[in-house]
């Protein structure tokens, strides 16, 4: 596909910015924005009536993706993250035709590679989804950077599920983790990726598996601080907005969603149900 020159002359700091995920885990992402760019207004969209997308076809993650970036450019976006590994690794592609170059794309992929390429020089372990393991694009997108790492990847399709269930601090999970974590491809690991969006919210439980003996990459805040780059440079981070709108769409209402939302945005947001 020939890259079409990026135009976002049309666009005002004013407009909010876009975030999707199959479920909660973008959130963490989100919560970073929110952390970094306090005055930026937030649209996100979780497909929980298609979740776990890791488990879906390529054509599947495609078809959602694709809708969801509708709906954000229809609702007025100035930029539009892919807070989803599983949708980066399988519809980055589409979703950038899909923007036409209009609008800034984010994903959560890319930006984490090029940091690990750079910055780090050992051996790397990724936990994700099927989907995502199945695409190589970490190894791949790392290796291009630094073709002396060494990068090995987990397919850890239980923890979605689990994390979704809102099993936190639960014995089920532990030992998925424990499980998953022992597998004698991450033996020899020094640093973790979590290729997977949703699992920044099992950090502590994965920090006390490793203690100090592997680093886990903070990957929600290097994808807020790319995204902050990103609209410096077009100036169009949004001032003066002390009272930002956060505005929540699920394609099915799920409690684990109200909660984990409401936990980081507070009670104030505006949750609905859309489906697309
Ligand atoms: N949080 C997503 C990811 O980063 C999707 C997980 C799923 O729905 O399977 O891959």
New binding site residues.
Partial sequence: MKKKKEDYTHLQADQPIGIF???V??LTVAREIKRMLPQEDLIYFGDTKH??????SREAIVGYSTKITDFLLENNCKAIVV???????NALNEVLETVDAKVPVID?INPVAEKVAFEIHNNVGVI??K??VNSGLYKKSIRKHNKFIKVDELAT?LL?PAIEEGFKNHPITNAIIYNYLSNSKLKNIETLIL?????PLLMDEIRQFYGNRVRVIDSPSIVATQLKHILEKHHLLHVNNPHPEYDFYVSDLTKNFEKISKKIFGKSIRLELKVL
Avoid: E, I, Q, W
Wanted: net charge negative; aromatic share 6%; with cysteine.
């Fill in positions: 995920d199959s479920g885990g973008g979740l776990p997308y890791g488990d879906k807070a989803c590994n599983s949708a980066t690794a959560v994700a989804t989907a995502t399709p979605v290729g997977c969006t949703h699992y």
